[in-house]
């Protein structure tokens, strides 16, 4: 163990995932905890983080606490709004450093696995990146010259919530038809849902026992990799949609590289080989531009957690 070892937490809708994280190391993950997280009660859902804190600061000395959160983060640690647990206006990085007497810092999750990306993983040696996590929702990260872009207020990145098919499904945000209902996790499940009805010979009904609303992302994931056609279907159309909006990120931010995190990526080149061709096909005059790489995180689900533990 080196003399640089800290804690990063994923502080997420479902679970509160906690590392003790050797910075010195790369980053290697020495001791993990993860406990379900009273996403209801706010004052009940930081007890939970501050009890894994304690629970890693027992197992190691470490210098300082990150914590990547799903939600709003503002610049000064307050948690203005997660759209998933009970947090509103929470000063949650004070809360957990005077409970724990460590350094603390809070973020947004998406940023803090860009830069855990950007530090130790698939965005190392570049110096303008672009991290999209794609899991029930979209996220992003971006980091530009070197540093993590966070906005005027903290709020940067938000881009599953680009509107990219005006009357499209709602969304979370209370909008229709953000870019995070048609190219993520929700989008693979419900396109399958809708596949299975007219195409009842596809493995899709088999693995969802018969019952055509029972079809999930990560089944249609498994049934595309064991070659089902309209998996395949599925997942490519969403990887074009998921590449469309990448193209016009990268009209925006002209990344070195685009690495791609969350649970969908499961599915692999299933999903990114689309996403590749739809990016080439309508971004800006690719003929007179560097290729971009899309290319997997390297550290999926442990991403939030260890850059965390680095902010
Ligand atoms: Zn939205």
Known sequence: MSDRVAIGVDAGGTKVAGLLVDVGDGGRVLVRQEVATP?????????T???????????????????GAAGMVGLDGVLRFAPNVAWREFPLAERIQRAVGLPTIVDNDANVAAWGEFRFGAGMGSGDML???VGTGIGGGVVTGGRLFRGAHGFAAEIGHVIV?????RCGCG????????ASGRAVGRLGRKAVVDHPESLLLELAGGNPNAVTGPIVTAAAKEGDPVAVHVLAEVGRRLGEGIAGLVNILDPEVVVVGGGVIEAGDLLLEPARLACHDVVEAPEHRPAVPIVSAYMGQDAGDSVAANL
């Open 39 to 47: 996403a209801a009660d706010a004052e009940a859902a930081t007890r």
């Open 49 to 67: 983080i501050v009890a894994v804190v304690r629970e890693l600061m027992a197992e190691g000395p470490a210098l300082a606490v990150g914590v």
């Open 131 to 133: 991290l999209v996590t």
């Open 165 to 169: 098919e005006p009357n499209g499904p």
């Open 175 to 182: 909008n229709l038809g953000c870019w995070e209902q048609m």
